[in-house]
T-cell receptor, first 114, second 113 residues
Framework: GDSVTQMEGPVTLSEEAFLTINCTYT??????LFWYVQYPGEGLQLLLK?????DKGSNKGFEATYRKETTSFHLEKGSVQVSDSAVYFC?????????????FGAGTQVVVTP | NAGVTQTPKFRILKIGQSMTLQCTQD?????MYWYRQDPGMGLKLIYY???????DKGEVPNGYNVSRSTTEDFPLRLELAAPSQTSVYFC????????????FGEGSRLTVL
């Protein structure tokens, strides 16, 4: 079945450092890919998405490119802030699944220190 | 606009007790979902619904039941609570045709002792 694998955390960074969170997936069809973010004490919210190969999703300085050849969707940000401290989830949704169910990775906690 | 509202936020249950987690959304979304989040395990889908009167099992449905009598409400029922059901539960919704954006509630932290 479909699955999403993310790098384990926690990832601890200093402010203004470069952030990369690796995400790879296994899917039978042509999935849409997502990054969700969960700030402390809150529910998840969509950060960015890409629906086909070579698409780049971007939001709030974060970027991720849908790489079909490597089945990856790595999240990057050039200069993190303390407010980026959160748990980041990579997820996929099979386009053939009209019910839009998402398969999530285990999440990666990011801690940014001043 | 409240979005997705879950109650209660916290609850402690004894083994064998039952309870209902409430979920309401005011966005007129047809699709609703219940996930549980365990440490280091990501989110697992328990049940989902594609409209009033239509529900189906997700990945981990055992020990839970749902109903969907209205578009707005999607309660999750725990029968005979067990320690393995200690988790954080998230309700989410989305509109049909929108590629993937789920709107989540703030979560309900349940502890079974």
């Amino acid at each position: 079945g479909d699955s999403v694998t993310q790098m384990e955390g926690p990832v601890t960074l200093s402010e203004e450092a470069f952030l990369t969170i690796n995400c790879t997936y296994t899917a039978t069809g042509y999935p849409s890919l997502f990054w969700y973010v969960q700030y402390p004490g809150e529910g998840l919210q969509l950060l960015l998405k890409a629906t086909k190969a070579d698409d780049k999703g971007s939001n709030k300085g974060f970027e991720a490119t849908y790489r079909k050849e490597t089945t990856s969707f790595h999240l990057e940000k050039g200069s993190v802030q303390v407010s980026d401290s959160a748990v980041y989830f990579c997820a996929l949704s099979e386009r053939a699944d009209s019910w839009g169910k998402l398969q999530f990775g285990a999440g990666t906690q990011v801690v940014v220190t001043p | 606009n409240a979005g997705v509202t879950q109650t209660p936020k916290f609850r402690i249950l004894k083994i064998g007790q039952s309870m209902t987690l409430q979920c309401t959304q005011d966005m007129n979304h047809n699709y609703m979902y219940w996930y549980r989040q365990d440490p280091g395990m990501g989110l697992k889908l328990i049940y989902y619904s594609v409209g009033a009167g239509i529900t189906d099992k997700g990945e981990v449905p055992n020990g839970y039941n749902v109903s969907r009598s209205t578009t707005e409400d999607f309660p999750l029922r725990l029968e005979l609570a067990a320690p393995s059901q200690t988790s954080v539960y998230f309700c989410a919704s989305r509109a049909p045709g929108d590629t993937g954006e789920l709107f989540f509630g703030e979560g309900s932290r349940l502890t079974v002792l």
